[in-house]
């Protein structure tokens, strides 16, 4: 699961996926604002049937949150 979440980071973020890691921060490392968020929990709800509630969205600091996230609440 990170492997194919880090990809889209990467694509999404214009990054080396290898600069990626579960400790790379959204906010201070890939800089990411509110609509790059908005972009990416559209994606996973496409790619992972995974909604996530506004509630949920602040609880994202790092890519390894987002990953325990997908994990924990896509559709089997």
Do not use: W
Not at 8 to 35: G, N, P, V, Y
Not at 49 to 58: A, H, L, R, S, T
């Amino acid at each position: 699961m990170f492997e194919q979440i880090r990809e889209e980071l990467a694509k999404q973020f214009k990054r080396d996926k290898e600069s990626i890691t579960l400790e790379t921060t959204l906010s201070e490392d890939l800089r990411a604002d509110s609509l790059d968020v908005m972009e990416l929990l559209m994606t996973m709800e496409d790619n992972y049937g995974v909604v996530v509630p506004d509630e949920d969205i602040i609880n994202f600091q790092t890519v390894g949150d987002i990953v325990e996230y997908v994990e924990s609440h896509k559709e089997n």
